[in-house]
């Protein structure tokens, strides 16, 4: 059974840098695409950064591109999301995904179907 377990989440003041880490249980790590979505406060779920099986590539959701990086560890089955810059628009929950892929070098922003249970990120003054 496939377990992701979100940590780091908090409050911080706009401006202010924060990093979530997901680690996975039960699956061949190096075999899933990693990724972050994330959901505010009566919006829709949207994807947030994608990273590889390799983790040479990576797919960020444009609002971001410049200040959010995605990365992986496979010795310790765990991926982060470093978020820098934070603005009250980034506050939401959120959720690592994960997804078996052939391909090592794919992104997808869809199709995942394992999922956390989510972190809170609050960014305010």
Request: contains cysteine; glycine residues 8%; negative net charge.
């Amino acid at each position: 059974q496939v377990q992701l377990v979100e940590s780091g989440g908090g409050t911080v003041q706009p401006g202010e840098s924060l990093t979530l880490s997901c680690t996975a249980a039960g699956i061949s790590f190096k075999n899933y695409i990693m990724g972050w979505f994330r959901q505010a406060p009566g919006k829709e779920r949207e994807f947030v950064a994608a990273v590889s099986r390799s983790g040479q590539f990576t797919e960020y959701e444009d609002s971001v591109k410049d200040r959010f990086v995605i990365s992986r560890d496979d010795e310790k089955s765990t991926a982060y999301l470093q978020m820098h810059s934070l603005n009250p628009s980034d506050t939401a929950i959120y959720y690592c995904v994960a997804k078996e892929f052939m391909l090592v070098h794919a992104t997808p922003r869809y199709g995942y179907d394992n999922w956390g249970q989510g972190t809170q990120v609050t960014v305010s003054s």
